[in-house]
Nanobody, 117 residues
């Protein structure tokens, strides 16, 4: 089984930074094979992809966060990160960690990010 636990959310002023972490509990073999990503869901809106990173390290970003957010992973630490800079009030949402491996999807419980204007 795979368990994903997010941390690092909080309240920050516009223009500030936060770094989210997603710690994965699974075998190293499974982690190394996993494609991972960050999603977010704001109140009243659908969950949307923020950024993802393949098991080979290729990255993809939503247009709204390009140039401000950076996704990375450290397989040895079984952890994925999302560095968020120049935060805007519209980035306020619950951020979810996602992992996909061997045709199965796994989600974390989410961490709240609130950006004040």
């Amino acid at each position: 089984q795979v368990r994903l636990v997010e941390s690092g959310g909080g309240l920050v002023q516009a223009g500030g930074s936060l770094r989210l972490s997603c710690a994965a509990s699974a075998s190293s073999f499974r982690i190394n094979a996993m494609d991972m990503g960050w999603y977010r869901q704001a109140p009243g809106k659908q969950r949307e992809l923020v950024a993802d990173i393949t098991n080979g390290g290729s990255t993809n970003y939503a247009d709204s966060v390009k140039g401000r957010f950076t996704i990375s992973r450290d397989n040895a630490k079984k952890t994925m990160y999302l560095q968020m800079n120049s935060l805007k009030p519209e980035d306020t949402a619950v951020y979810y960690c996602h992992g996909s491996v061997w045709s199965r999807d796994h989600w974390g419980q989410g961490t709240q990010v609130t950006v004040s204007s």
